[in-house]
T-cell receptor, first 113, second 110 residues
């Protein structure tokens, strides 16, 4: 069965650079969540989208932006990268009408040098 | 105080032992998730529960809604079970993002 796809899986950037992370939900899933997990930390919610509209906002820095496209894939854009942005970024998808279950992608490991 | 508390934080077991990881939460939820994360790896969903008990292979998850408590049990543990096990909850509306516990790091020694 198709799973949530994230790209790239690994990314290395310098401070002050920009990065774009992509999340492709399971087919027919209309909701995407983005989470950030710092080293040794529990995951923190960043932002979510339903039907291409932002639905919830968590601890996403102003330097980050995200959107969901017409094919339901989502992109997380990160600018002016800082060392503290080094983390595992993973997304999860679900169908809004189904009961709660979120399916997780493998994550993108971002390292900022 | 974290809304989702897990215990223990770290657990070392001998291969074959029966393992229990506990999760308590302080808010109303629509579902509770047990997740597994191997070192450096992504997150895999093990169970989603809103009541009762679920079993998948050697894994059993239970939830008591009245007591706001869930347990994950691993029978006949194996070194490949070594991972971080995370409890996460969906709040009342069900479409809200997950709130995660801090995880339990399990090491199973052969």
């Amino acid at each position: 069965a198709a799973g949530v796809i994230q790209s790239p899986r690994h990314l290395i950037k310098e401070k002050r650079e920009t990065a774009t992370l992509k999340c492709y939900p399971i087919p027919r899933h209309d909701t995407v969540y983005w989470y950030q997990q710092g080293p040794g930390q529990d995951p923190q919610f960043l932002i979510s989208f339903y039907e291409k509209m932002q639905s919830d906002k968590g601890s996403i820095p102003d330097r980050f932006s995200a959107q969901q496209f017409s094919d339901y894939h989502s992109e997380l854009n990160m600018s002016s990268l800082e060392l503290g942005d080094s983390a595992l970024y993973f997304c999860a998808s679900k169908r809004q009408v189904t009961y709660n279950e979120q399916f997780f992608g493998p994550g993108t490991r971002l390292t900022v040098l | 105080k974290n809304e989702v508390e897990q215990s223990p934080q770290n657990l070392t077991a001998q291969e074959g032992e029966f393992i229990t990881i506990n999760c308590s939460y302080s808010v109303g939820i629509s579902a509770l998730h047990w997740l597994q994360q191997h070192p450096g790896g992504g997150i895999v969903s093990l169970f989603m529960l809103s009541s009762g008990k679920k079993k998948h292979g050697r894994l059993i998850a239970t939830i008591n809604i009245q007591e706001k408590h869930s347990s994950l049990h691993i029978t006949a543990s194996h070194p490949r079970d070594s991972a971080v096990y995370i409890c996460a909850v969906s709040m009342n509306s069900g479409n809200t993002p997950l709130v995660f516990g801090k995880g339990t790091r399990l090491s199973v020694i052969a």
